[in-house]
């Protein structure tokens, strides 16, 4: 099966610009995660989706990280504007329905990443 | 809060040499824990998860409570285990740690 697709995969703005990522998730998968992976660091959850509505966005930073999901498949992550502490990888993963009772995490799969620099 | 601790950030073994990487966390809840691979130009996939309790790639990993840890071992370990490891814990969300490098020697 194709994996998650990410574009583009490299990215180099200056601060106060704008710029947009974009992520198509497996076909089938209801559930789409952005992550943030500043160098070093592991991935930190920025917004997770469920089908086309929001599930947890509590660590997106809102007043200059926005993220959608218009139709339940693709989604688009958009940073305006930039600083200099957003340059980092941006992962997009998607899994199988992630809700339900007993619930269990399904398995996350993961693009390649946007690496963003910001000058 | 849910918290995933990876003590060390380089770890350096000899092929044929037992390795284990290290994970602890806090989490108030009844913990999920994963270990998720990075090799060399690859994506970041899935390893192994405890509920599975099943061996991947000679890999094991056994949840300890009372220690609140979730070490990754490996009797023998080969030069294609050389990648990032990430421990990473499911509560409220997926919560990752800072990752392990781990170089196998010939």
């Known amino acids: 099966e194709a994996g998650v697709a990410q574009s583009p995969r490299y990215k180099i703005i200056e601060k106060r610009q704008s710029v947009a990522f974009w992520c198509n998730p497996i076909s089938g998968h209801a559930t789409l995660y952005w992550y943030q992976q500043i160098l070093g660091q592991g991935p930190k959850l920025l917004i997770q989706?469920?089908?086309?509505?929001?599930?947890?966005d509590s660590q997106l930073p809102k007043d200059r990280f926005s993220a959608e999901r218009l139709k339940g498949v693709d989604s688009t992550l958009k940073i305006q504007p930039a600083k200099l502490e957003d340059s980092a990888v941006y992962l997009c993963?998607?899994?199988?329905?992630?809700?339900?009772?007993?619930?269990?995490?399904?398995?996350?799969?993961f693009g390649p990443g946007t690496r963003l620099l910001v000058l | 809060a849910q918290r995933v601790t990876q003590p060390e950030k380089l770890l350096s073994v000899f092929k044929g040499a037992p390795v284990e990487l290290k994970c602890n966390y806090s989490?108030?809840?009844?913990?999920?824990l994963f270990w998720y691979v990075q090799y060399s130009r690859q994506r970041l996939q899935l390893l192994l998860r405890?509920?599975s309790r099943e061996s991947i790639k000679g890999f094991t990993a056994d949840l300890n409570k009372g220690e609140t840890s979730f070490h990754l071992k490996k009797p023998f370990a080969q030069e294609e285990d050389s990648a990032m490891y990430y421990c990473a814990l499911s509560g409220s969300r997926l919560t990752f740690g800072e990752g392990t490098q781990l170089t196998v020697n010939p």
């Open positions: 405890h509920i």
């Open positions: 993963a998607s899994s199988l329905d992630n809700r339900g009772q007993g619930y269990v995490q399904e398995t996350q799969y």
């Open positions: 989706f469920q089908n086309n509505g929001v599930v947890d």
């Open positions: 989490y108030s809840g009844s913990p999920e």
